[in-house]
Nanobody, 121 residues
Framework: QVQLLESGGGSVQAGGSLRLSCAASTYIFSTYYMSWFRQVPGNEREGVAA???????TYADSVKGRFTISRDNSKNTLYLQMNSLKPEDTAMYFC???????????????WGHGTQVTVSS
């Protein structure tokens, strides 16, 4: 069982930045595929960014060039740096982990409880 705890959400004006963190409870964090998803009430969960154990990354077209996913295996922590935020980025953001590489598909085994990001115009 892997527990994930997100932090770093908040309210920001359009054009601003936020950095999300996701702390994982496993000492073998480096072997997990990790990702960030977001969800707006009434909509499906959307894959935002994913990173594999070697550091290779994948991004949704909607965030390319603005968001950066990274991981620090020594701290068992996943990050999402979000720049040039837009009102349409407003959502609950979740991190996810699995030993299978689902990339941006919402089929990961382990999920955090989410952190809210609100971007005002």
């Amino acid at each position: 069982q892997v527990q994930l705890l997100e932090s770093g959400g908040g309210s920001v004006q359009a054009g601003g930045s936020l950095r999300l963190s996701c702390a994982a409870s496993t000492y073998i964090f480096s072997t997990y595929y990790m990702s960030w998803f977001r969800q707006v009430p009434g909509n499906e969960r959307e894959g935002v960014a994913a990173i594999d154990s070697d550091g290779h990354t994948t991004y949704a077209d909607s965030v390319k060039g603005r968001f950066t996913i990274s991981r620090d295996n020594s701290k068992n922590t996943l990050y999402l740096q979000m720049n040039s935020l837009k009102p349409e980025d407003t959502a609950m953001y979740f991190c996810a982990a699995d030993r299978i590489n689902w990339v941006l598909l919402p089929r990961y085994l382990f999920w955090g409880h989410g952190t809210q990001v609100t971007v005002s115009s």
